[in-house]
């Protein structure tokens, strides 16, 4: 027999809402408060959906196929729709930033309809709602153009669509397409994409007949899209199979001995007391852990099993703390699961710890002379300029960032320049070791703003 849901209550609706709306509130506050800033890979995504969109405004199909994209081609597809989208009158870069956000709003909203089909409990759902509205590490990439978001959101698009009752071989395939866009978007979470479909192939299983079905429709889903995204790539002259390979070759930049250590330092800093408690729900769910908690279990123990791996044991990519952000929802339900047992006013007080901390971290964002300095140089140039309606995104001028194609082969408009790189604490768990914090704190950062024409 399907199971039921209970009606939602009125209160649990407006709680919902109220998630809801803040999320979008600390969005817009961030990006239209303080700007946009393209550091950590993004001047890669932009300048590359910009020269994809460009292509394609000219009718240059086979140009924007062949486009040299190392990663993330959905990505770059998502970033092309946006521009497609966006009206040239609205500022683009935060309008451009508000679009990559706006995956992190639809997330809370499948984490609710995730824990409600697991737990059958509105107060349960809600609470892991709030828990990821509250997790900083939510938001933390926000003023970058970054597609961590939006790969978790298909993931959640995924597992929910498994939920679904009763079960069929088409919702099963369907949920491993979800988890091919959880892949393509940002090839970093295909851990994520792989317990995905982990999850369609044993959820509700009872027969080793259903097993594999369920794990073939799966494949088909993930598989076949991938296989005709690939012809299709190979007949324009596109060697996307390369491109992943050089890709994953790639990640090399930091340490790979810290691997282990990365995720607790990542999340001590970005979430403070949430990630204590998070620790805490997560020893405490051995004691008689129910079906859900097992999965967040699995779940959170096989990242970062995998983790540590591929970095202290075989040397394969490094751990960043972007990466480490695949936790994030597992943890959310998990402590869920136990929290709702408590009372009103337990959780009411345990809200009340992680709220100051959730704020001081996202002033520390908002307010870091590392992002506002140049965003501010960036204003007054625009007005300078003219250029209200233009496209300007920073590139950086390390060897990081020679390897992006697509970027416009031009003269830098404008020179900035902070000092001393006052990088907050969160930051320095994305790609850098020790002697690259030191170097950060010692000297200057240098940078350019680049005009990039949209095609009319």
Same mark, same amino acid.
């Not at 209970?6 to 609706?13: E, Q």
């Not at 908690?293 to 044991?313: D, F, H, P, R, T």
């Not at 695949?326 to 929290?339: E, G, K, R, T």
């Given at each position: 027999m399907?199971?039921?849901?209970m009606?939602?209550?009125?209160?649990?609706?407006?709680?919902?809402?109220g998630?809801?709306?803040?999320?979008?509130a600390?969005?817009?506050?961030?990006?239209?408060?303080?700007?946009?800033?393209?550091?950590?890979d993004?001047?890669?995504?932009f300048?590359?959906?910009?020269?994809?969109?460009?292509q394609?405004?000219?009718?240059?199909?086979?140009?924007?196929?062949?486009?040299?994209v190392?990663?993330?081609?959905?990505?770059i597809?998502?970033?092309?729709?946006?521009f497609?989208l966006?009206?040239?009158? /609205?500022? @683009?870069?935060?309008? =451009?930033?508000?679009v990559f956000?706006?995956?992190?709003?639809?997330? #809370?909203? !499948? +984490?609710?309809?995730i824990t409600?089909?697991?737990?059958n409990?509105h107060?349960?759902?809600?609470?892991?709602?709030a828990?990821?509205?509250?997790?900083?590490?939510?938001?933390?990439?926000?003023r970058?153009?970054?597609?961590?978001?939006?790969?978790?959101m298909?993931?959640m698009?995924?597992?929910?669509?498994?939920?679904?009752?009763?079960?069929?071989?088409?919702?099963?395939?369907?949920?491993? /397409?979800? @988890?091919?866009?959880? =892949?393509?978007?940002?090839?970093?979470?295909?851990?994520?994409?792989? #317990?995905? !479909? +982990?999850?369609?192939?044993i959820?509700g299983?009872?027969r080793?007949?259903?097993?594999v079905?369920?794990?073939?429709?799966a494949?088909?889903?993930f598989?076949a899209?991938?296989?005709a995204?690939?012809v299709?790539?190979n007949?324009?002259?596109?060697?996307?199979i390369g491109?992943?390979?050089?890709?994953?070759?790639?990640?090399?930049?930091?340490?790979f001995?810290?691997?282990?250590?990365?995720p607790?330092?990542?999340?001590w800093?970005?979430?403070?007391f949430l990630?204590?408690?998070?620790?805490l729900?997560?020893?405490?769910?051995f004691?008689?852990?129910?079906?859900?908690m097992?999965?967040?279990i699995?779940?959170?123990?096989?990242?970062?099993?995998?983790?540590?791996?591929?970095?202290?044991?075989?040397?394969?990519?490094?751990?960043?703390?972007?990466?480490?952000?695949?936790?994030?929802?597992?943890?959310?339900?998990?402590?869920?699961?136990i929290?709702?047992?408590?009372?009103?006013w337990q959780?009411?007080?345990?809200?009340?710890?992680?709220?100051?901390?959730y704020?001081?971290?996202a002033?520390?964002?908002?307010?870091?002379?590392?992002?506002?300095?140049?965003y501010?140089?960036?204003?007054i140039?625009?007005?300078t300029?003219?250029?209200?309606?233009?496209?300007v995104?920073?590139?950086?001028?390390?060897?990081h960032?020679?390897?992006?194609?697509?970027l416009?082969?031009?003269?830098?408009?404008?020179?900035?320049?902070f000092?001393?790189?006052?990088?907050?604490?969160?930051n320095?768990?994305?790609?850098q070791?020790?002697d690259?914090?030191?170097?950060?704190?010692?000297?200057?950062?240098?940078?350019?703003?680049?005009?990039?024409?949209k095609?009319?």
């Amino acid at each position: 027999m399907p199971i039921r849901h209970m009606p939602r209550p009125v209160p649990v609706s407006l709680a919902l809402g109220g998630l809801i709306l803040f999320a979008i509130a600390i969005r817009i506050w961030l990006i239209f408060g303080s700007g946009q800033l393209l550091g950590m890979d993004g001047p890669e995504y932009f300048g590359n959906a910009l020269a994809v969109y460009n292509q394609l405004s000219t009718h240059s199909w086979q140009d924007a196929l062949s486009t040299p994209v190392y990663a993330h081609w959905g990505c770059i597809l998502f970033g092309t729709l946006a521009f497609f989208l966006l009206p040239d009158w /609205l500022n @683009q870069q935060e309008m =451009f930033a508000l679009v990559f956000a706006l995956p992190g709003i639809i997330n #809370i909203l !499948l +984490l609710y309809g995730i824990t409600l089909r697991l737990e059958n409990n509105h107060r349960a759902a809600l609470i892991a709602a709030a828990l990821y509205t509250l997790s900083f590490s939510a938001i933390y990439h926000i003023r970058y153009v970054h597609p961590q978001e939006l790969s978790m959101m298909f993931f959640m698009m995924g597992i929910l669509v498994t939920l679904k009752k009763p079960q069929n071989t088409s919702a099963t395939a369907l949920s491993g /397409l979800f @988890q091919f866009m959880c =892949f393509f978007v940002y090839y970093g979470y295909w851990i994520l994409a792989f #317990i995905g !479909l +982990l999850f369609s192939t044993i959820h509700g299983i009872q027969r080793k007949r259903d097993f594999v079905l369920s794990g073939g429709m799966a494949s088909i889903g993930f598989f076949a899209p991938l296989i005709a995204f690939v012809v299709i790539g190979n007949h324009y002259g596109a060697d996307y199979i390369g491109h992943f390979i050089g890709f994953s070759q790639s990640i090399t930049m930091g340490d790979f001995n810290l691997g282990h250590i990365v995720p607790f330092a990542f999340f001590w800093n970005t979430e403070g007391f949430l990630f204590v408690l998070w620790c805490l729900c997560f020893l405490f769910s051995f004691h008689r852990a129910n079906k859900t908690m097992q999965y967040c279990i699995a779940g959170i123990s096989l990242i970062y099993g995998i983790l540590v791996i591929s970095s202290n044991l075989l040397g394969q990519f490094v751990v960043y703390g972007r990466i480490a952000k695949m936790m994030v929802p597992f943890f959310c339900v998990l402590s869920a699961c136990i929290l709702y047992r408590r009372t009103a006013w337990q959780q009411i007080l345990i809200l009340a710890c992680i709220i100051p901390g959730y704020f001081v971290n996202a002033l520390a964002l908002k307010n870091a002379t590392i992002m506002n300095d140049v965003y501010q140089q960036e204003r007054i140039f625009r007005k300078t300029h003219g250029m209200t309606h233009d496209i300007v995104f920073y590139g950086s001028c390390t060897p990081h960032h020679e390897r992006c194609g697509a970027l416009p082969k031009q003269d830098c408009l404008l020179l900035w320049e902070f000092q001393p790189a006052d990088q907050l604490a969160f930051n320095l768990y994305d790609s850098q070791t020790e002697d690259m914090r030191d170097f950060w704190r010692q000297h200057s950062a240098k940078g350019m703003l680049m005009a990039c024409p949209k095609a009319k």
